[in-house]
């Protein structure tokens, strides 16, 4: 049971930009819906924004092949044993 | 693991992620330089000179804080996972399920609130 509600985008009455960065967020992924992480973060909507604009220009979108980008970021969560 | 699949990586070497040393041939050399930095700098070990020299052959300025970054960011995320108990939502929950080449550690037993 995660310690934050999970922000929809769909919902009316979440905060707007909330709702953008979601939609954002989906949109570029390809994903149907956000992955949690990112509902939970839009629990404060600025940071959220903040930190997928800098994930976008440091791993999303980097230079890197998709399979160097990964290694680096999968090694990080492994040698930190989260397996979100 | 599932970007990590969808980017190409194998079972295996998405499964040897966490080895130190890691096995003989499996990575080639620019994905040994990167695992090994990344188990370092996420352990807070002292980035020696062969560490980052092995980046700095594959790698230019900018690749190097790109990768530097990444690793923080997925620093950054474990730990928001960490604190805040974030569950995996069923889509990738469904998507891994079958085969994850790592184990899963149990969810820490806290209660909430």
């Not at chain 1, 929809?8 to 967020?25: C, F, N, S």
């Not at chain 1, 839009?42 to 230079?63: C, E, I, K, Q, S």
């Not at chain 2, 994905?31 to 990344?38: D, F, G, M, T």
């Not at chain 2, 928001?80 to 994850?100: I, N």
Request: hydrophobic fraction near 40%; charged fraction near 25%; include cysteine.
């Amino acid at each position: 049971m995660g310690r934050l509600p999970l922000v929809d985008p769909g919902d009316e009455g979440a905060d707007p930009l909330a709702r953008e960065v979601l939609d954002r967020v989906t949109g570029t992924r390809g994903r149907s819906v956000a992955p949690n992480v990112y509902r939970a973060a839009a629990n404060h909507p600025r940071a959220l924004d903040a930190m997928v604009r800098f994930g976008t220009v440091v791993y999303f979108d980097n230079t890197m092949s998709p399979a160097q980008r990964e290694l680096a970021y999968l090694t990080a969560s492994l040698t930190n044993d989260c397996h979100y | 693991m599932l970007l990590g699949r969808a980017a190409g990586l194998t079972e295996e070497k998405l499964a040897h992620l966490g080895d130190d040393p890691l096995p003989e041939g499996l990575y080639d050399p620019d994905e040994a330089a990167i695992v090994r930095y990344a188990q370092r700098a996420t352990r807070m070990d002292v980035i020696d000179d062969a560490t980052y020299g092995a980046l700095a052959e594959h790698f230019d300025d900018e690749q190097i804080i790109e990768l530097c970054f990444t690793v923080g960011l997925s620093n950054m995320i474990n730990r928001f996972h960490a604190t805040f108990l974030t569950e995996v939502d069923p889509t990738t929950q469904e998507a891994l399920a079958p085969a994850c080449p790592l184990a899963y550690p149990d969810v820490p037993g806290s209660s909430v609130g």
